[in-house]
């Protein structure tokens, strides 16, 4: 579902967001800790589209 898509079925249904509320603080995308990487909010879209929707594989 595209963002068009999205946006015209929440209109169907009558669903009406708020507003994003602003930051109160500084916050980071990526972080590590030894190995790990710790990912938060971050979304990857092609044309319009979620892509690379999943878990991580394992090793």
């Known amino acids: 579902m595209n963002k068009h898509q999205l946006s015209s079925r929440l ?3 009558g669903i009406v967001l708020d507003s994003p509320k602003s930051p109160v603080t500084n916050y ?3 972080t590590r ?5 710790f990912i938060s909010g971050q979304v990857a879209f092609k044309n319009g589209n979620f892509f690379g929707v ?3 594989a394992r090793r």
């Open 33 to 37: 800790a030894g190995t790990m990487i």
């Open 28 to 30: 980071l995308p990526v």
């Open 11 to 13: 209109d169907e249904l």
């Open 54 to 56: 999943g878990q991580v």
